[in-house]
């Protein structure tokens, strides 16, 4: 399975991006897909995850950020609103074929939120 994520960019604070997260392959709809984000000088953070039956995500995003996939596109993505300065950072598509077990990831694709 290959990830292709694109959409990072330069916004400002309280504005909005739509990441995008290009999956190949024919198993997308069973895989747990996840965005992760690392900002400099921090460890890689779970941002949100989306499973057959639910969705999860980080407390810092909640009610500004929505995970949702299109299956029939191997497609995820990751709606970002009310954006902040600390939102800054190289995010990341993870695919988990098994529960969490994150075996295949993307490129980062490199989010910047100007105050």
């Known amino acids: 399975v290959q990830l292709q994520a694109s959409g990072g960019g330069l916004v400002q604070a309280g504005g909005s991006l739509r990441l995008s997260c290009a999956a190949s392959?024919?198993?997308?709809?069973?895989?747990?897909m996840g965005w992760f984000r690392q900002a400099p000088g921090k460890e890689r953070e779970l941002v949100a995850i989306s499973t057959r039956s639910y969705t999860r995500y980080a407390n810092s995003v909640k009610g500004r950020f929505t995970i949702s996939r299109d299956n029939a596109k191997n497609t995820v993505y990751l709606q970002m609103n009310s954006l902040k300065p600390e939102d800054t950072a190289l995010y990341y598509c993870a695919a988990a074929p098994v529960e969490l077990a994150w075996t295949y990831w993307g490129h980062g694709t490199l989010v910047t939120v100007s105050s």
């Open positions: 392959g024919d198993t997308f709809s069973t895989y747990t």
